[in-house]
């Protein structure tokens, strides 16, 4: 959470002409570190170290206001090197816009960063500054996006093609592919690994990976599309987060399911034990709070768990994200 310190910052009388409308919403910025990868309080203890860019040419100096009988207010200023800075790979996938709104929606918790392949996919989801294009098989592309970041959430993914061609009127089932240079083993695998390396030596404070659950099984169906093996080279990259040394939550979804989210109660599992229930799907919204929330309390870290949820209007909606990842006992 952000630390909220109360700085004086405007003397004001009848003398002063006030400020134009349009300034009125200016957010005073703090002056930070010059490095990105220091995490250090911005210098914001005296008036000096604020930029009053709207005002600058409008108000008097604090010493000639000091001196005129100016009635003293304040203003509360947030500091930007208290908030959790968090970059998103896979920032324009399904899952990965509402990961990366969600946090922009609590830009009192977070400052959000979003990685993506391609121009095209940074302008799908605004095309912000914030928002960094990038190869994740190739670690030097990553490098600016992942400076100075605290978090890193990994929402990349392999995707399966259906082969043109295919007739549901006719029966039997669709064909797959994965483009070239697309396939599990490039992605889900060395470009994972690539991005766990590049964070770790950023000096990231907690990896968050999305996965899928089947993994134990290498006779998955999932395994079969486009004899991608995902759920191997899934598994493998999980692995090499658990063994990094830093801290992590590996998220194993259910079934994703594009429908609304915070309405259902949230099941945790492990070693794919949710796939012989009823319960092994999961709406996107739903991963993606549990994403976020993973970065808010210590019982996440060190854990890896199956992630689905009971029917809507069975059982209540999780709330207590404490209490939910207080459940899960397994490491991995």
């Known amino acids: 959470m952000a630390t909220l310190t109360r700085v004086p910052l405007v003397f004001s009388s009848n003398r002063v002409a006030p400020a134009p409308a349009a300034s009125l919403n200016h957010k005073y910025n703090c002056v930070a570190s010059s490095s990105p990868l220091t995490r250090k309080l911005p210098h914001c203890s ?28 304040s203003l509360v200023v947030a500091s930007m090197a208290d908030l959790s800075t968090v970059l998103v790979t896979g920032a324009a996938g399904r899952t990965g816009q509402i990961v990366y709104k969600k946090l922009k929606e609590r830009s009192d918790q977070f400052i959000v960063r979003g990685l993506v392949r391609t121009p095209e996919s940074k302008e799908t989801i605004g095309g912000a500054d914030d928002v960094f294009v990038g190869d ?34 006719k029966g039997g089932r669709p064909e797959f592919y994965f483009e070239d240079g697309a396939y599990p083993e490039q992605v889900d695998w060395i470009g994972q690994k690539n991005q766990i390396d590049v964070a770790k030596e950023a000096g990231v404070k907690q990896i968050v990976l999305v996965g899928s659950m089947g993994g134990t099984n290498p006779n ?33 979804a259910g079934g994703l399911q594009d429908r609304d989210g915070g309405i259902r109660e949230l099941l945790v599992g492990k070693d794919d034990e949710l796939l012989q229930t009823e319960t092994k799907t999961i709406a996107r919204p739903d991963v993606a709070e ?11 870290k060190f854990k890896a768990f199956d992630l689905a949820s009971k029917p809507e209007r069975v059982g209540n909606p999780t709330k207590d994200f404490k209490a939910l990842f207080s459940q899960i006992t397994t490491r991995f």
């Open 46 to 73: 005296t008036p000096s170290s604020l930029s009053f860019n709207p005002f600058s040419s409008s108000f008097p100096s604090f010493s000639t206001r000091q001196n005129k009988g100016f009635r003293r207010t």
């Open 136 to 169: 994740i098989r190739d670690t030097t592309t990553l490098v600016p996006a992942m400076q100075g970041i605290n978090a890193l959430i990994i929402l990349t993914s392999a995707v399966p093609r259906m082969k043109p061609g295919f007739d549901p009127t």
């Open 220 to 252: 998955h169906p999932l395994n079969s599309l486009g004899n991608g093996n995902i759920l191997v080279w899934k598994r493998k990259a999980e692995q090499y987060l658990a063994d990094s040394g830093v801290p992590y939550t590996i998220i194993r």
């Open 290 to 300: 549990v994403c976020i929330q993973a970065l808010k309390f210590e019982e996440a």
